[in-house]
């Protein structure tokens, strides 16, 4: 597999060009900066090509990548998966489909429905975990899109925050009966397409889905990719990302990602195999002492208050054994390992759990239930997010409507929307989650 923008930033750093371009550190390193970050940071000189107007050395990569994920098209952000939401909805838009969200969405969707001015019409799943995760029933779904009149799109986030993994094929399917499109957050799963059997949403039937190589590969922070299986797309893909990207891609980042496609063309299968082996075994030996959600294997989820702990208090004692969750609150810890994990990284994992399993508090076990119903509508989620708005006590909160979604991040998933009336429900369930002040509209 070739390495085009790699190869071309290592010899553009050796070759002792004078760079009378930006950036202004010159391909210097400051005091205590890493010197090859700073030599490789390179700005559209000639043969860098440029991301937005791609037609050398990016789009050659990008053509690896897509090749590597069998798609129609695949193309690179250095914005995050953030970046490759706010394109998949602006070309929604530009087909004035209708925006059918799943719930338990990531607060980019909201912040792009309120740039886009976006009227999002929402479907809860069955809750299984908190705010952040549920079954996604395909005949709430069906029946969203039997009463929608106007061609619609379907918005999923699959895995979810925990790891859960929406049934990607069946949703497809519905969505193709009914002439919907098929968008998938699919920001935690960049490494789903190298399983045995193929479970990246685009192998499952989705029309457009983005990665964030930088959450599951072996890819700096910012890295992600926008995924096609429509031909009708790859053209419109970068002209939507363009109006919010920066006019300067990082590209270090951008050679990361390239870099990620010899890392998947060689070692990534075997890595998962491997992994996968030590997953089963790390989830084995906790067996009977510990509830682990249903998730992908790479998101390793502990149902820490139906086992009978505290997930925070576990989460603290576990950064005191030496190990930083990626997610925990009272109920929940997400560990997420991923295809770079190793051998004695469970081995010091599993040591870490024990000993903080042994000075951890027994509780009640209890599963946190909650009943959420969608909240009334007073505005448009733009309408509340560009009014002038105050942070004021959640408990003060009844009656006005929800400004910007200021959930913490993460999970950064809402409970009550911009525009929506917060209503007792929603306040019990802030409560639930440590939140004390909310933003509503003055
Ligand atoms: C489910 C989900 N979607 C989208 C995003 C945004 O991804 P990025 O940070 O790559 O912009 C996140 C970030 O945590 C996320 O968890």
């Given at each position: 597999m070739t390495t085009p923008i790699y190869d071309f930033i290592q010899k553009y750093a050796s070759s002792?060009?004078?760079?009378?371009?930006?950036?202004?550190h010159k391909g210097i390193a400051p005091e205590g900066g890493t010197k090859e970050l700073y030599s490789g940071d390179?700005?559209?000189?000639?043969?860098?090509?440029?991301?937005?107007?791609?037609?050398d050395i990016i789009a050659e990569s990008e053509r690896n990548m897509a090749s590597l994920y069998g798609t129609a098209a695949t193309v690179y952000s250095a914005g995050g998966s953030t970046l490759c939401i706010q394109a998949m909805l602006t070309i929604m838009k530009q087909e004035k489909r209708r925006i059918i969200a799943v719930?338990?969405?990531?607060?980019s969707f909201l912040n792009t429905a309120a740039l886009l001015d976006l009227d999002v019409e929402w479907i809860l799943p069955r809750?299984?975990?908190?705010?952040?995760s549920g079954e996604i029933e395909i005949s709430a779904v069906e029946e969203k899109l039997r009463s929608c009149e106007e061609p619609a799109c379907l918005y999923v986030t699959s895995?979810?925050?925990?790891g859960r993994l929406a049934d990607i094929k069946g949703l497809s399917a519905v969505c193709r009966r009914y002439g919907a499109r098929l968008i998938v957050d699919n920001a935690h799963g960049?490494?789903?397409?190298?399983?045995?059997?193929s479970l990246h949403p685009i192998a499952l039937g989705a029309d457009m889905c983005c990665d964030s190589a930088h959450k599951m590969l072996?890819?700096?922070?910012g890295a992600a990719m926008l995924h096609t299986s429509r031909q009708e797309y790859a053209s419109l893909l970068k002209p939507a990302m363009s109006l919010f990207a920066?006019?300067?891609?990082?590209y270090p980042v951008m050679v990361s990602l390239d870099l990620c496609n010899k890392y998947i063309a060689g070692e990534i299968r075997r890595d998962i195999a491997e992994n996968l082996v030590h997953l089963s075994r790390f989830r084995e030996s906790f067996s009977g002492r510990l509830e682990f959600a249903d998730?992908?294997?790479?998101?390793?989820?502990?149902r820490a208050s139906e086992s009978g702990y505290d997930g925070a208090e576990l989460a603290e004692l576990l950064r005191k054994n030496g190990v930083e969750c990626e997610y925990a609150d009272s109920e929940l810890i997400v560990l997420l390992s991923s295809p770079f994990f190793r051998p004695e990284d469970y081995a010091r994992l599993s040591e870490a759990l024990e000993k903080s399993l042994a000075s951890a508090g027994r509780y009640e076990k209890n599963i946190r239930s909650f009943s959420m119903k969608l909240p009334e509508k007073a505005m448009r989620i733009r309408e509340a997010v560009f009014s002038t708005t105050e942070d004021i006590d959640v408990e003060n909160s009844e009656g006005r409507i929800c400004g910007a979604?200021?959930?913490?991040?993460?999970?950064?998933?809402?409970?009550a929307a911009s525009g929506e009336i917060i209503d007792r429900n929603c306040i019990n369930i802030f409560k639930s989650y440590g939140i004390s002040t909310v933003n509503v509209v003055k």
């Open positions: 002792g060009t004078l760079r009378c371009h930006m950036p202004g390179i700005t559209e000189i000639s043969g860098a090509d440029s991301l937005f107007e791609a037609d719930r338990n969405v990531h607060r809750y299984t975990g908190g705010i952040l895995p979810d925050y925990t960049a490494h789903l397409g190298f399983f045995e059997e072996p890819a700096l922070t920066s006019t300067s891609p990082s998730s992908e294997p790479f998101h390793i989820t502990v979604v200021r959930v913490p991040c993460p999970p950064a998933v809402p409970i």
